[in-house]
């Protein structure tokens, strides 16, 4: 019994071990940037009316050309002169 007692006490303080206190050194803007980033990756389902409105033929047509693997690529776009050789 004595051997079990002391088997459980050393478990229990090797478990207490991993527990950890809350940070109170935590300021009050802490997770604004992660739910700034959050909000901005979300689709408002109460867009404001005159909003613009997705064209159901383009959109046909695009997934029309992806399936058949005909994207238009685009063209190059660069803000640096390439001219220089």
Do not use: H
Request: aromatic share 2%; glycine share 4%; net charge positive.
């Amino acid at each position: 019994m004595k051997k079990l007692l002391i088997t459980l006490s050393i478990a229990g303080l090797g478990l207490s071990a991993c527990t950890t206190a809350p940070s109170k050194n935590l300021s009050d803007n802490y997770g604004n940037a992660v739910n700034a980033a959050k909000s901005t990756q979300v689709i408002n389902p109460n867009a404001v009316p005159g909003a613009p409105a997705m064209n159901a033929a383009r959109s046909a047509a695009a997934v029309e050309r992806y399936v058949n693997d005909e994207v238009k690529q685009p063209k190059d776009v660069s803000t640096i002169n390439s001219d220089v050789d």
